[in-house]
């Protein structure tokens, strides 16, 4: 350890102060870093102090010399008494603290730090690309926001950089960038990374695969990258160009992998891809492959079954009036209350499968209920159609595309109703409709029915429907990266800036379900969110001690839990640090 001085312009006037320094070694080399900031000395304490502190310093393997002092402001530091002006001790450089920190023990627990020092060795640069991807997906878990906003708002308001021991000056949205630019190279290794250390750490079994798409929208053109196509829009913004984003997850949610397509491609065209991807990453297995009925196609059921895959996958809402007799009959199986399934074998439909028939009241409620607001819907536009055609003369032609309009935007209950537009003998339109009473018992009766078709032949009913609701978890992860970690909208243009952005994003969400597992283990239920903002609340603050001698104490610690924080931490197995070190790159 040394004393240096230090020096700062106020009022027009040149000060002198020291500060206590101690030298480490990194990776990179040595550095140095302020221990404490002392103040003002007159020649008597700094002869004092500097001779204390030569009298710590020595080689980094070699223990203190027998007799000599050793100083340790951090670890244990022994007792010191000073008289301190406690009218005039204050707190200054008040920061978050307990979401990145959480966010710093996740990537510990994940072994990404040593990951990413692996793959991406370091090089001259001033601060290591490693650590610039750690500031990304850290303020992806905690403050989803633009490069820009991270670099200029979030990262100064945090102590993010002190824990890393990067200068707030080496941090600008242009180094985050090429951040992005390092990190995507790695994405399949990281995959495999991951895959295996979630594993290890939650016991995760990977018999069962959840298949699902999803669709991401851009601000502005993104003409330079050839992903942005126009296409079905599941956040309702067909105006926009999109990409679509495929995710296999586990039967809990974890995340395996992922792939980006173009913005219009089909649900179908991408199941022989992301399986064949995923089973050359991870070696095929006998797992079990669960997709929802937009996947469906007889070229991808026979890409599965020819493989000797097994599959469970939702089907048409067509193919289930070919089970009519099927939903008529009494000889359900009740999973739960208001569900009930049923397992049947059609050989003249498909050799070898069978198909699970199930029926959810609450399910059938709100098919019930939407298909009862489209038929009042259509319903009260004919009666009104009607009656203006019987009191005006109107184009026939015109009146047709009314009507296809109409019955267009309420496609559920279009099938109910009968309508023609003929044409009176003075030329003007008329229009005859009815609703059509097979088509409306048909809907009364399949009203919550859906069916499930599989080659897994020794399931039960009850089995094979559980094994399908748990797409509801790969729904779940799409919901959560779209509200909690803001994969939407992306402002990248580029198709490399997308899809790093798109991989950060993924990797927040690795991190969030890596709390989860936690706090589940822990007995704190399931819901990450909770814990990050109570954590949240967590701050350092430099405490400044003015003492009677003119010199100023200044440390900077972490504020004291609250009982409820102490007992989320204690529970997920976290010891919240003291204090923490001032670094000087």
Not at 137 to 143: D, G, H, M, V, Y
Not at 191 to 213: A, C, P, Q, T
Not at 515 to 541: F, M, N, T, W, Y
Request: glycine share 6%; net charge positive; proline share 3%.
């Amino acid at each position: 350890m040394f004393i240096r001085q230090k020096f700062r312009t106020k009022n027009g006037k040149r000060h002198a102060y020291w500060a206590l320094v101690e030298s480490y070694r990194t990776e990179r080399g040595p550095r140095q870093r302020v221990v404490s900031w002392l103040g003002k000395l007159d020649e008597q304490g700094r002869l004092g102090v500097q001779q204390l502190a030569q009298q710590s310093t020595r080689p980094f393997d070699q223990e203190p010399a027998k007799g000599k002092v050793q100083l340790s402001f951090l670890d244990e530091p022994e007792p010191r008494y000073v008289k301190v002006d406690a009218q005039a001790v204050r707190v200054e450089n008040c920061k978050q603290f307990g979401a990145p920190w959480l966010a710093l023990k996740l990537i510990e627990k994940l072994k990404l730090k040593e990951l990413l020092d692996r793959l991406i060795p370091i090089g001259r640069e001033s601060v290591p690309w490693s650590t610039t991807i750690l500031l990304l997906l850290i303020a992806r878990f905690c403050k989803p926001s633009s490069e820009l906003y991270i670099a200029e708002q979030w990262l100064p308001r945090t102590s993010l950089l002190t824990m890393l021991g990067v200068p707030e000056s080496r941090v600008d949205d242009n180094r985050l960038y090429r951040g992005l630019d390092q990190l995507l190279p790695h994405k399949d290794e990281i995959e495999v990374h991951l895959k295996e250390r979630l594993g290890d750490l939650f016991e995760l079994e990977f018999d069962l695969l959840l298949y699902d798409v999803t669709s991401t929208f851009f601000e502005g053109q993104a003409a330079a990258n050839p992903k942005a196509q126009r296409g079905y829009s599941r956040d309702k913004r067909s105006d926009c160009k999109q990409v679509c984003i495929g995710l296999v997850v586990t039967r809990c949610g974890m995340p395996l992998g992922y792939m980006v397509f173009s913005g219009n491609t089909a649900d179908v065209t991408t199941v022989e891809e992301i399986v064949e991807t995923m089973e050359s990453r991870y070696g095929k297995a006998d797992r079990v492959w669960v997709m929802d009925r937009g996947m469906v196609s007889e070229s991808n059921i026979a890409f599965l079954r020819d493989g000797g895959r097994r599959y469970i996958i939702g089907t048409p809402k067509s193919m289930l009036r070919k089970f009519e007799t099927e939903l008529i009959k009494k000889d359900w199986h009740t999973v739960r209350e208001g569900l009930e399934v049923k397992l049947c074998r059609r050989d003249d439909l498909a050799q070898g499968e069978l198909f699970v028939v199930c029926r959810s009241a609450d399910r059938r409620l709100k098919d019930e209920g939407i298909l009862r607001r489209s038929e009042e819907k259509i319903e009260a536009r004919l009666k009104s159609m009607t009656d203006r055609c019987n009191s005006q003369k109107r184009d026939v032609q015109k009146v047709e595309r009314e009507i296809g309009k109409l019955l267009g935007q309420n496609t559920r209950a279009s099938k109910l109703f009968d309508v023609q537009v003929k044409t009176r003998d003075s030329g003007a339109a008329e229009i005859v409709w009815a609703k059509i009473k097979s088509h409306t018992d048909w809907a009364t009766l399949s009203a919550g029915c859906y069916l499930l078709r599989t080659n897994v032949q020794d399931w039960s009913d009850e089995e094979l429907w559980k094994a399908y609701i748990q797409l509801s978890e790969a729904e779940e992860a799409f919901r959560i990266q779209k509200t909690d970690l803001q994969l939407r909208p992306i402002w990248h243009q580029k198709e490399d800036r997308v899809d790093a952005h798109l991989l950060v994003c993924f990797l927040a969400y690795v991190m969030w379900k890596t709390l989860g597992g936690l706090c589940k283990q822990a007995g704190l239920g399931d819901e990450p969110r909770r814990i990050l903002d109570e954590l949240h609340e967590i701050r350092s603050v430099d405490v400044v001690l003015p003492t009677q001698d003119g010199i100023e104490l200044r440390q900077r610690c972490i504020s004291r839990p609250s009982e409820h924080q102490a007992i989320l931490l204690e529970q997920l197995g976290l010891d919240l640090p003291k204090r923490l070190r001032q670094t000087e790159m």
